[in-house]
């Protein structure tokens, strides 16, 4: 198996040679610090990773990675021969951690970031999740606090007429998620990102 990092042999398919070209082409918005690191080894025959940490005035507000997974042959839980699974992380506002449509519009914000960078996908799934910190004895004077978290997967649908799927705009898609996470206001042309359903309070922002 081929987790890759660094130059990619002629042996390594084309199409996912072309897909890792595609992402390490893609530039994220100035706020976001991306770097590849190694990519699990027992996913698929062919996996690419990155790590991206969301930095707002100095402050780290946000990370995950995003992991790339190719199998030549397809995989039927897949329908597809690609695969992007993703991590992502963000320290909750104390007025966010209670609220009880949180899970339900932190993925909306997944979907709704795919969306709105038209980026095709299908077959997704995930969780949400909260954990809560509560500090006691020698570290008693730490602020509580609560970390959300996403791990979902999705299968980026094929181009019509193109070499395979979109790749940079998924990026994209889950830079922007990233920031959502982070508090921070969407970049521009992906305005729907951040629209949460009525009742729900948006993360607040942490930069203008």
Known sequence: MAAVRGHLGDETPFAFRQAVEDLRAARPRPEIRIEEVPAPRRLAPYAFALEATVVADGEETADGRLVLLHEPEGQEAWQGVFRLVTLTRAELEPEMAGDP??????????????????????????TVSRASSHYFG????????????????????????AAGPDLPAHLAAWCDLLCACAGLPPAEGADSVLRAPAGVLPLPKRRT
Not at 104 to 125: C, I, N
Not at 144 to 150: A, K
């Open 101 to 126: 449509l949180l899970p339900e519009v932190s993925w909306s914000w997944l979907t709704g970031a795919l969306a709105a960078r038209a980026a095709g996908y299908h077959d997704p799934s995930g």
């Open 138 to 161: 020698g570290i008693a004077d730490r602020q509580d606090d609560t970390q959300i978290e996403i791990r979902a997967s999705w299968t980026p649908a094929e181009r019509p007429g």
